[in-house]
């Protein structure tokens, strides 16, 4: 049956190849990519002409490799680890704070005159040629596939039940009178003492400084469950950044950070496409995720573009979206996340102590997301190797838990 549009906005949507439900960096990636692979493409969100709330962060390397690597806001030639305070561990490695402005811009180009809409998808339903979706407003698009991008509580793609865990910070631009900390490097995972922090309940400093007069500080919690509220992170960025010795002249911007981690992967047997934090991007031991949809867009646009029935190019894009390998390995991630959620600082830091200490190679593969299953297994046993022996039984007893042995299945399932 053909589809007939029923107003000017289905009308000027008929003929889309996409409609990509989301304006955040994922969805962003996803259109952009289907742009380039000659699809016709549509973009739906409700932030279209505001600016990105996050401040998103990235290795200067990963993200010249993924071709953004100019669209940096600023860089620091290394980045730190304090996991044996007060000797910060170099990483040789280095990072950067993306210019979000520019990163949608780079977007905005690439889409060229393909329509945006401004609204918010409501439903999805599917027939023989396409899908339909509805905006929360009652108007309707039509393209003969939908990729939902529109963010951790996605609007329209299945998600698996389960029980994440949750990365929460409080994040503050400051302008400050002084400040001790050294310009060409920014402090990844901060570990030091918090003056007030529970040891049972560790957070860290992530800290990236632009100039003598102003500086990013956010105090962290790695992974919990449930989530730290946000609020608590306050009195403990408080105090360190006191006992630092920094000296706040004033906030300029706040930053709220939530974000859900070792989500279960979306089922694959549906036709809306779940991508980025959608899809469950998030690396479970890290929060990020914009490299890999970066990564992957050009991936799920290329799937797309090889099928035209509905159905088989859905098909086809969840299977280039999270291959079978990538599932295997993300399950093991998710392993990793567990063990992380039970442990207290002491054991937080002789944990990342083990993990900064394997090769450059292993962990940079580990955190990107990209390393093989073998790869991932290495890098967690020469963690394992390297850690404590109270810390390795209690690995093994996570192993053994309800929680490690369900990732360890879906190892087996892929
Ligand atoms: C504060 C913070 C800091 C982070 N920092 C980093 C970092 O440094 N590096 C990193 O890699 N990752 C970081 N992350 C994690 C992750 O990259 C982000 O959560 C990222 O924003 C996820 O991108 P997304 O496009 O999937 O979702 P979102 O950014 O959430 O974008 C979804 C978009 O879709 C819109 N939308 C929602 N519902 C609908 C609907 N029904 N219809 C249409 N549009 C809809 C939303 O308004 C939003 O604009 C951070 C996350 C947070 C919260």
Not at 155 to 183: C, I, K, M, N, Y
């Amino acid at each position: 049956m053909v589809d007939r549009p029923r107003d000017a906005t289905q009308r000027q949507s008929a003929n889309l190849d996409v409609l990509v439900v989301g304006d955040g960096p994922a969805g962003f990636a996803a259109a952009a990519a289907c742009a380039d692979a000659g699809l016709g493409v549509g973009l739906v969100g409700d932030r279209l002409d505001e600016a990105w709330p996050a401040n998103y962060g990235g290795w200067v390397d990963e993200l010249a490799e993924l071709g953004v690597g100019h669209l940096v806001r600023h860089t620091w030639r290394d980045a730190t680890v304090t996991v044996r305070p007060p000797h910060a561990r170099s990483l040789g490695r280095g990072y950067a704070l993306v210019d979000g402005e520019a990163l949608r811009a780079h977007f905005a180009e690439r889409l060229g005159d393909a329509p945006r809409w401004s609204g918010r998808g409501a439903t999805a339903t599917h027939d023989a040629t396409g899908t339909t979706v509805t905006l929360t407003d009652g108007r309707t698009l039509r393209a003969r596939c939908v990729v939902d991008a529109s963010g951790h509580r996605p609007a329209l793609a299945q998600r698996a039940a389960g029980d994440p865990g949750f990365q929460t910070a409080l994040g503050w631009l400051l302008e400050v009178e002084s400040h001790p900390f050294g310009l060409d490097t920014m402090r990844l995972m901060d570990f030091g003492d918090a003056p007030g922090g529970d040891p049972r309940r560790p957070t860290f400093l992530y800290a990236m400084p632009f100039d003598d007069r102003h500086v990013f500080v956010e105090e962290t919690t790695l992974c919990a469950r449930p989530a730290r509220p946000i609020d608590e992170h306050r009195p403990l960025l408080e105090a360190r950044l006191a006992a630092l010795g920094v000296r706040v002249k004033r906030v300029l911007e706040t930053e709220r950070c939530w974000i859900p981690m070792g989500v279960p992967l979306p089922p694959a047997d549906q036709r809306v496409v779940p991508f980025g934090g959608a899809a469950g991007f998030v690396h479970p031991a890290t929060g990020y995720q914009l490299a890999t949809a970066l990564r992957r867009a050009p991936a799920l646009a290329a799937a797309l573009a090889a099928h035209d029935a509905p159905a088989e190019a859905a098909a086809a894009a969840h299977a280039a979206v999270w291959p079978a390998d990538a599932r295997r390995v993300w399950a093991l991630l998710t392993f990793g996340m567990e063990v992380l959620l039970d442990l207290d600082l002491a054991r937080t830091r002789a944990f990342f102590d083990g993990f900064f200490a394997v090769s450059r190679a292993d962990w940079s593969a580990y955190l990107a997301g990209t390393a093989t299953l073998p790869q991932v297994a290495r890098t967690m046993t020469r963690v394992f190797g390297a850690v404590s022996p109270g810390l390795k039984l209690r690995l093994v007893r996570h192993g053994l838990s309800g929680y490690g042995v369900g990732a360890l299945r879906g190892l087996v399932r892929g």
